[in-house]
């Protein structure tokens, strides 16, 4: 059933995967802030140490939706009143 696979298709095959997972781009959205690498705990350690007030948090969390939303289409109803 299973034919044996000799070293030039094994190679060819092998050379092809490579190149074709060189050439794909990831289609990731990211948006990077101030406090995008820093969880919960640590926004409200700096919260409780007042070096930034929760609306700048807010701020910044409704500026990476707006920033990467239309590409990923994740947030449907946008209410930031």
Partial sequence: MNKPINRRDFVGSALTTAVAAALM????????????????????????????????LVDAAIARIESVNAKIKAIVAEYFH
């Fill in 25 to 56: 781009k990831p289609r990731f959205a990211f948006a990077k802030d101030a406090f995008s690498g820093i969880d919960a705990v640590g926004q409200a350690a700096l919260v409780h140490e007042k070096k930034i007030t929760p609306l700048e």
